[in-house]
């Protein structure tokens, strides 16, 4: 099967600093990577759309340059939360595309920012 | 656009009984994928079920199946013989199917499902 690892499974960091999220297709390669964020007890987000070479497609709403997202290959996506607030304490899920519908999630970061 | 409305936030079940987790939808595409998925308190996203918008049959795994009504919009999913293991959040998904890849899934809010021994 598809297997999507996302690392660290959770990270507790201050205020002020950057946090980056790695998500990798461990077992296929992924052009298109997905990063979506989950309040507690809420539904997923979709933040951004990134396309392996290219830049990010971000949705409305979110600040680009708070979630930097880059896919450098074909099985890494990453996500980095700069300048972190507690506002920004969530569950954030990356997702990879294998074919042209099916996407393998990864098992989620918790990120706490305190 | 696409919408996704789970009208169940919560449901308790017993065990070994079926039980159906309701799902409609809205899109303009012609063209479609509905998913469903199962996220335990550990977080990740399990696969469920698929149906594509074009796919004569119900699909169905092991005890799973999707009650697809197209002309409703709704896309249930049924658990049969549901076990304890089955007690998560589920999440109902649709995806356009443009043929080139790269679509957003689009979620419902959930459905948390508690089974009863």
């Known amino acids: 099967g598809a297997v999507v690892s996302q690392h660290p499974s959770w990270v507790i960091c201050k205020s002020g600093t950057s946090v980056k999220i790695e998500c990798r297709s461990l077992d296929f390669q992924a052009t298109t990577m997905f990063w979506y964020r989950q309040f507690p007890k809420q539904s997923l987000m979709l933040m951004a759309t990134s396309n392996e070479g290219s830049k990010a497609t971000y949705e409305q709403g979110v600040e680009k340059d708070k979630f930097l997202i880059n896919h450098a290959s074909l099985t890494l996506s990453t996500l980095t939360v700069t300048s972190a607030h507690p506002e920004d304490s969530s569950f954030y899920i990356c997702s990879a595309e294998r074919d042209t519908y099916e996407q393998y999630f990864g098992p989620g970061t918790r990120l706490t920012v305190t | 656009a696409q919408k996704i409305t789970q009208t169940q936030p919560g449901m308790f079940v017993q065990e070994k009984e079926a039980v159906t987790l309701d799902c409609t939808y809205d899109?303009?595409?012609?063209?479609?994928?509905l998913f469903w998925y199962k996220q335990p308190s550990s977080g990740e996203m399990i696969f469920l079920i698929y149906q594509g918008s074009y796919d004569q049959q119900n699909a169905t795994e092991g005890r799973y199946s999707l009650n697809f009504q197209k002309a409703r919009k709704s896309a249930n999913l049924v658990i049969s013989a549901s076990q304890l293991g089955d007690s998560a959040m589920y999440f109902c998904?649709?995806?356009?199917?443009?043929?080139?890849?790269?679509?957003?899934?689009?979620f419902g809010t959930g459905t948390r499902l508690t089974i009863i021994p």
């Open positions: 998904a649709m995806r356009a199917s443009r043929g080139f890849g790269n679509e957003k899934l689009t």
């Open positions: 899109t303009s595409d012609p063209s479609y994928g």
